[in-house]
């Protein structure tokens, strides 16, 4: 059987060039595109690629994967030209887009008849209804086996002799924004070289992934009489007013908790801010990831997201949730009503997420 590399040889037109031109549609979610860092690394130190994406979260490379282009379209004429494309999203348009760029190698995840467009694919496998183990919540018919995002990648990009060494998402603060940061904390009483813990309470409006402010208030309450380490809040662009209930809601009495001056930090910024921190306290969002990929350890609190699909590099991670009949479901609002509306943050214990990050915090 040939080898995914001697394959890509024969089915790729000649070219000018001694390399193959590779096309890697990266995944629109920050959280994704962060688990999806090592793939992308790999190919910049392989030569390069066409990262094809969203460039409000792309930018969370500048500086980096200096061999990589940028290309912030899906029209498949501007694709045309590459010999291999590695398709990191699931959907059926991206799997089109790059046939009729007539790119001969297609490789990605067959899901549905999103197959027959690839000429290289893996099939996940499906739940079957089962328990999952560790979550106590029945399975909802035959859905998808929910796995690392980070290890699918992996081994999507090997489908194209793409070979990954190492499998850790890293991302390095720039200089510019570190300073940045810098100056915001001291604006705030934070001193260069403090420690200082990080929260971020941010989630876009009607979120079922946004933790409720009564966890985040009850857990700031909670913090402010165990640990004299300030808390720094933050949160994204449109998200200021969340992040200002939640401060007004904080208590007054011991309370260290903060939040800097507007505007919002963008994605470089807050990579930088999370690089000078203890520990980073959010729900499982893309900020988690980003605290991840910047090596500060992170407590993630849990709602309706399934853990299975994180799972990987948890070492300095602690997961915080409560099973609930309901999830989890993935949904972007909840459809519940009454005590069970949000019931997956709700049930969380504050004093739960205060001991994970006192733990994070002093293990330093």
């Not at 040939?2 to 890509?8: D, G, K, L, T």
């Not at 099939?123 to 079957?128: D, I, K, L, S, T």
């Not at 603060?173 to 009483?189: C, F, K, N, T």
């Not at 946004?210 to 640990?227: D, K, Q």
Request: glycine residues 8%.
């Amino acid at each position: 059987m040939s080898s995914a590399r001697e394959e890509f040889a024969a089915a790729a037109p000649p070219r000018r060039g001694p390399r193959p031109r590779l096309l890697v549609r990266v995944p629109n979610w920050l959280g994704d595109l962060l688990m999806a860092e090592p793939v992308l690394r790999a190919a910049d130190e392989a030569g390069g690629a066409t990262l094809v994406g969203d460039p409000r979260i792309l930018g969370v490379f500048d500086g980096a994967l200096a061999n990589c282009e940028r290309l912030y379209s899906d029209d498949p004429r501007l694709w045309r030209g590459h010999d291999a494309a590695l398709l990191l999203t699931g959907s059926f348009r991206t799997a089109l887009t790059a046939l009729r760029a007539g790119i001969p190698l297609r490789a990605g995840q067959a899901r549905d008849a999103r197959g027959l467009l690839l000429t290289h694919s893996l099939a996940p496998a499906r739940e079957r209804g089962r328990t999952p183990l560790g979550l106590g919540v029945h399975g909802r018919g035959r859905r998808w086996l929910p796995r690392p995002f980070g290890s699918v990648c992996v081994e999507l990009a090997a489908l194209v002799g793409l070979a990954v060494r190492e499998r850790r998402p890293r991302l390095m603060p720039d200089w510019a924004a570190s300073e940045h940061v810098r100056r915001r904390l001291e604006a705030v009483g934070i001193a260069p070289g403090s420690n200082f813990m990080v929260a971020n309470v941010g989630s876009r409006p009607g979120s079922a992934k946004g933790a409720p402010t009564e966890l985040w208030s009850s857990m700031l309450a909670a913090l402010a009489l165990r640990t004299d380490l300030p808390c720094v809040l933050v949160s994204g662009p449109g998200e200021e007013a969340l992040e200002a209930q939640i401060h007004a809601a904080a208590p007054r009495r011991n309370s260290r908790a903060v939040s800097l001056p507007q505007p919002a930090l963008g994605l470089c910024e807050l990579a930088a801010l999370f690089s000078q921190a203890r520990v980073v306290v959010t729900a499982d969002n893309g900020p988690r990831h980003l605290a991840v990929a910047v090596g500060t350890p992170v407590v993630a609190i849990l709602g309706p997201t399934d853990p299975r699909h994180t799972a990987d590099h948890l070492e300095h991670t602690r997961l915080v949730r409560s099973p609930v009949p309901c999830g989890p479901c993935h949904l972007e609002v909840c459809p519940l009503s009454g005590p069970a509306h949000k019931s997956c943050f709700t049930r969380i214990d504050p004093d739960e997420v205060v001991r994970a990050v006192l733990e994070l915090a002093h293990a330093l």
